[in-house]
């Protein structure tokens, strides 16, 4: 089931050093993350390198806005 997550970062630092496991994603999620640049959605990353792993600042939020499936069973339902 897919849903959509929303998350808002400041003071983001490329981290080089980020350790990742043998399929090459990072292993700190909970501190570093990657972004990727969607073309249907472009401008969304603007002044971040894609596929290029950022330390997180101390200040970010973020939500999980539900499923697909829950949104339309109380909308459209």
């Known amino acids: 089931m897919m849903g959509l997550d929303i998350a808002a970062y400041s003071k983001l630092v490329e981290a080089p050093d980020a350790e990742r496991d043998e399929d090459g994603e990072i292993v700190d999620y909970d501190n570093i993350r ?40 109380s909308h459209l339902g």
């Open 34 to 73: 990657e972004f990727y640049d969607n073309p249907d959605f472009p401008g969304r990353i603007e002044g971040i390198k894609p596929k290029t792993a950022y330390r997180l600042g101390d200040e970010g939020t973020g939500f999980r806005a539900g499923s697909y499936g829950g949104y339309n069973q």
